[in-house]
DNA sequence: CTTGATCTGCAACCATTGGTTGCGCCAGGT
DNA sequence: ACCTGGCGCAACCAATGGTTGCAGATCAAG
């Protein structure tokens, strides 16, 4: 257990990694904005929570806050999730490509001279239109 | 707090969420296979907590493993990879073209702004089909 | 066959984190 | 002035990622 190399955005991911935090950002993509509470409205957990939640994607930057009256009004960084998305389909084709290249190579082991392929099982989605962040 | 939609797949996701994880599916799609003390010397963390994570993924299916004599071997499930590889490509493409379409209505909004304008009107856009991070 | 080196699993234990309840505080509408 | 609604803070609980330590297999020699 030698290296101890990560991934730098590891916090970006592990902050969308969460499904609860996955669904506040939707809801606050839908909304436009929300409050601890009105986010707690329409997710099963409780205010408090959500609040917590917030912080940490504050935290990372995918939200900020801007405090209205009594209230604080959270609204998602476009730029910020935009280049989480890029992470995300980054991750995903890195995965895609490699599935293919073993499948490919599989099928070249196994059928020693025929060269083409075969429509194989449920491949995911195709090139993703990936953004250039890294790796 | 009233709905408790959980989305079923979220297990995959989560599986896949980790970073350590991320690393160990990489290095078993590089070598082939792999057990869990070979996988501890390419990562920081022990073998024991490879081994726990191996038990993660096996149970939702992204590996399995193979005894060999006094080893086991694992290795990876490439279709359950595939599926998890769909969904997280599904989810960023739902983000982003949710960030698209708000994109759009800002410009539009910018163009009409002089006089009027719309509280949270735009919140009650019927936005995507689906949550997106159901599937 | 016995010995020793590994590779494994199991158990105890610690730290972090997602979640809860409960409280006190402050802004506002009546 | 008063009550109400929204927030933050603190204590507390459960799950999980991580560690160390140890007992049980199994292979390779001696």
Redesign the pocket.
Known sequence: ?APAGSTIDDDLWSAVG?P?RRRMLDLLLAEGSG???SLSDHL??????V???LA?LDRVGLVHATPA????HFRVDEAQLARAVAQLTDVGAAWDSRLRRIKRIAETIQRGKDKDRAPTSDAATPDAPGDPTAH
């Open positions: 257990m969460d609860t409050t601890a509470t099963p957990v409780t205010r408090q929570a609040a917590k939640h940490v009256g009594r209230e604080r």
